[in-house]
């Protein structure tokens, strides 16, 4: 390891970031009474990353859905899957890509040294060969086929395929049968040989560890490669969206929307206090305290099926409200008015200061789960910033921050869309 630090909370505990020398960032928290690990090793690659140049080479473009595709395929190997030897020691495995990144892990209460090294020895053999590749695209392309017809997945991509203009993040994670069609193992291995480069990547450790036996295990088992510098796309986007409204018919019982405003930040991506205040506001404007909530469900517009969700990574930034209801366009209506309102000032400081402090008990609790305190670590490794600021930060915020925020939620960058339920 080159660089070593340590960060302490009084309430909260202690945990260790280091620096390995291949330009791997490592976040390890010991907790100790509890009898369970957990542990990602991930990559900032995810399914937005489809133009990159390597080493300041030439730009390189690469088919919508690789990212997932790579994830699927790295369990492979020449002696079988992963999840075989996870089983064999019996650890629960699993793993995911999103926009912005790609994460395996695993979960377990005894054989941690055990896990681990498979963890870290299958991330970094990749295997893949025509043969191989060409059965999973049958694989993958009957998932594609089978969220294409999922109202709540269809419900937020057509939404984003409206928002967005230039960047990816409007297309399905997992590609489109086309795009996968065009995957081979010559184009798995240029992405793995770019993105899992260690200088790129991050290992998350929170439970019944010990950390210097992590970093061992690290030090041991981390091969040694030339660091990669990777440039990826940058994708411009202003505050028009392609239009403000957008339906489709599938089988659903009752129709569901998704509200978006699409925003523009003045960093490339999200800070920690943007991230707070938007969910914050979000609890303001639509939480079962609100008083838009209560006034929706009194006109018996809305069920239980009503969430709100702060939508963002590398590049885009978004507020998403959805639900179902019999009259979306009604809905959508209500929700701008109340906006409106509480842009103006009308907030009201006893329900923002509950919020806050509900906020602040939910960051100290996910200290009790070692899932949550990997998720946060993640968070970090991609977004910056340290495991401890979320506090800090919360003691912050005031209400003209989310006044502020509420003005970048205009009519001009929405977009609704709605499934409705098919007809005959």
């Keep these: 390891m080159v660089k070593t630090e340590h960060y302490t909370d009084a309430l909260l505990g202690e945990y260790t ?7 791997l960032s490592v976040y390890i928290m010991e907790k100790k009474g509890f009898t369970s690990s957990h542990a990602i090793f991930g990559t900032k690659y995810g399914s937005i990353d489809v133009k990159f140049s390597r080493n300041s080479g030439p730009e390189i473009e690469v088919p919508a859905g690789i990212a997932h595709f790579l994830e699927h395929k790295l369990f492979e190997s020449e002696e079988g899957d992963a999840f075989t030897r996870f089983s064999a020691t019996g650890a629960y495995a699993n793993a ?19 896990n681990f090294e498979i963890l870290l020895d299958f991330v970094q053999s990749p295997y893949f060969t025509a043969e191989t ?7 993958i392309g009957q998932e594609i086929k089978m969220y294409d017809d999922n109202p709540g997945w269809r419900v937020m991509f057509n939404l984003l395929c409206e928002m967005y203009e230039e960047h990816p993040v409007k297309t399905d994670i997992a590609g489109t049968v086309e795009s996968i069609s065009k995957i081979d193992d010559k184009l798995l291995y240029e992405c793995y040989n770019t993105f899992y480069n260690p200088s790129n990547m991050f290992i998350c450790v929170a439970g019944n560890v010990k950390t210097d036996e992590v970093l061992n295990l690290i030090d041991k088992n981390i091969k040694k490669c030339e660091p990669v510098s990777v440039n990826k796309a940058v994708y411009t986007e202003t505050e028009k969206v392609k239009s403000h409204y957008v339906e489709q018919e599938l089988e659903v019982a009752k129709p569901i929307f998704c509200l978006g405003f699409k925003e523009i930040l003045k960093t490339e991506t999200p800070t920690l206090k943007d991230r707070i205040v938007a969910s914050i506001l979000l609890d303001l404007l639509c939480s079962d305290c609100s ?14 099926e009503f969430s709100a969700e702060y939508f963002c990574g590398k590049g885009y930034s978004a507020f998403i409200i959805e639900g179902e ?49 990997v998720s946060d670590m993640v968070d970090c490794a991609l977004f910056g910033g340290g495991l401890f600021d979320t506090a800090e930060v919360l003691k912050s915020i005031t209400a003209e921050d989310i006044i502020c925020r509420l003005k970048t939620l205009r009519q001009e960058s929405g977009v609704l869309s709605v499934i409705k339920s098919r007809k005959g």
């Design 325 to 373: 209801t019999e009259s979306p366009k009604t809905v959508a209506e209500e929700i701008q008015k109340e906006i409106d309102r509480l842009s103006l000032g009308e907030i009201d400081l006893k329900l923002l200061s509950a919020i806050k402090k509900s906020a602040y008990a939910d960051a100290v609790k996910r200290f009790d789960s070692t899932d949550s305190i």
């Design 17 to 23: 970031y280091a620096r390995h020398e291949s330009g």
């Design 133 to 139: 590749v060409k059965k999973e695209q049958g694989i």
């Design 96 to 114: 995911y890509t999103s926009f912005d990144r790609t994460c395996y892990l695993f979960s377990c209460s005894k054989n941690f040294k055990e």
């Design 291 to 304: 008083e838009l909530y209560r006034r929706l469900v009194d006109s018996a517009l809305i069920g239980d």
